[in-house]
């Protein structure tokens, strides 16, 4: 224990014989006192002269406190002309609700990186995305947040550490905002009886390879008559509020790999031409693709997608946009360990498949299909090419059985020519 703790314990010891010798005393000089008396005598109510308070002041200094200022007064260095923080929806009589990049150490700001916390539920403002916060110089000028500016070029740059903020409290796995700008979510329109909204359903994962050009899988798209539209930007899909905005636009073409086979996800690939491009921004962007003859049989990827984060009716699909860091697994050692399961002992692995994961928890599951697999680029930081597409799986994160996906490699040259069909260039994709 150390010199400064016994100086403060002995402290409250004194200060705690004083007041039951200065409440006894009262007390028996009254004739008795009751318990409540006795009470507010020990609060400082009702003391003698004050006598119990200003032994108090003398010991610790007199209390100064300082209450937070109202923003909506006239008074102090608040300005002229000034008006309740921009995008506020609710708050406290000392502050206002505004996005937390409008917000630098308490006050209101234009700039600067933000740390969120997307487990709190407490304080008065409404979602994680919004702090409570003082306004000290306010303009007459609206605050609106600057769009980042894209500070590298090309295509697979992943965001490690998130576009405009951090995260924390977050579940294990869960994505940087704008880590991985190419993830999209493929989205079938669904009306319902007796009502004339139409419904933006999720369907399944994709990855953007050029602005109009997105990759998925077959199965999610095959033989369904449906009006698809692609969702590029997005993260938390329960949110709006978010530093950049998601962009839709709708598919105007659906085209499956020829010799794709419905019974076993054979050549389980599908390109998606949309009506018009997406915007390039922070949050979207596209990703590489590797040639035709690239075999990897060692790395560390990542899968995305917002799919169940377990097998079975236990699991919930995702909120936040998941990643999950996997090992590749190669091909004959995938196809021995899947012999292991129900498939038995003469399954025979497609050479349009690949694998990846066989660690236990961790692995790609249901409502991930048709979404990215990404393995980094050698030689280049933080750049990414897609080599698979989520296929299908025995169960989810189970022990050395690995997820299966489209060898995405394998089908560079038909993706190139149908990319070029539509009257597109290749290069967006090219490293």
């Not at 500070?151 to 903020?165: A, I, W």
């Not at 236990?314 to 360990?337: R, S, W």
């Amino acid at each position: 224990m150390t010199k400064s703790v016994i100086l403060i314990i002995s402290t409250l010891f004194v200060i705690s014989i004083y007041l039951v010798w200065t409440v006894e005393g009262q007390a028996a000089a009254s004739g008795g006192a009751s318990l409540t008396d006795l009470i507010d005598q020990a609060n400082g109510k009702n003391a003698d002269n004050g006598n119990l308070s200003q032994t108090i002041q003398d010991i610790f200094g007199t209390l100064i406190t300082t209450a937070a200022p109202d923003i909506n007064s006239n008074s102090g260095n608040s300005g002229t002309g000034g008006t309740g923080g921009t995008g506020g929806t609710s708050g406290t009589a000392s502050c206002t609700c505004v996005p937390y990049y409008l917000c630098n150490n308490g006050s209101i700001n234009t700039n600067g990186m933000g740390i969120i916390d997307i487990r709190s539920n407490d304080g008065p403002c409404e979602t994680y995305i919004e702090v409570c916060c003082e306004k000290k110089d306010q303009t007459t000028d609206p605050i609106t947040p600057a769009p980042p500016v894209i500070k590298e070029v090309g295509c697979g740059r992943r965001h490690e550490e998130g576009v405009g903020f951090r995260i924390k409290g977050q579940m294990e796995n869960e994505a940087e905002f704008g880590e991985f700008p190419w993830m999209v979510a493929v989205l079938r329109e669904e009306t319902v009886a007796g009502n004339a909204n139409v419904l933006n359903v999720y369907q399944c994962g994709g990855a953007l390879i050029h602005p109009q050009v997105v990759v998925t899988a077959a199965h999610c798209v095959s033989g369904k008559n449906k009006v698809f539209k692609v969702r590029a930007g997005e993260w938390d899909t329960q949110h709006t509020q978010e530093l950049l905005p998601h962009q839709d636009r709708e598919v105007q073409t659906v085209i499956t790999h020829p010799q794709y086979y419905a019974g076993a996800l054979y050549n389980d690939v599908a390109v998606l031409h949309l009506k018009s491009p997406f915007e390039i921004a922070e949050n979207v962007n596209v990703v590489c693709l590797p040639p035709q003859s690239t075999v990897l049989n060692s790395a560390t990827c990542y899968a995305t997608g917002w799919g169940k984060e377990e097998f079975g009716q236990k699991g919930k699909y995702q909120v936040i946009l998941k990643k999950i860091d996997l090992p590749i697994v190669a091909h004959d050692k995938c196809e021995q360990q899947l012999r292991s399961t129900r498939l038995g002992k003469y399954f025979q692995l497609h050479q349009s498949f690949m694998c990846a994961g066989g660690v236990p928890g961790k692995d790609t599951c249901k409502g991930d299909g048709g979404s990215p697999l990404v393995c980094p680029i050698q030689g280049q930081q933080n750049r990414y090419y897609q080599m698979g597409i989520v296929a299908w799986g025995i169960g989810c994160g189970e022990n050395n059985t690995p997820g299966v996906y489209v060898n995405l490699p394998m089908f560079r040259d038909w993706i190139d020519n149908q990319v070029k069909s539509f009257g597109l260039d290749t290069s967006s994709y090219q490293y």
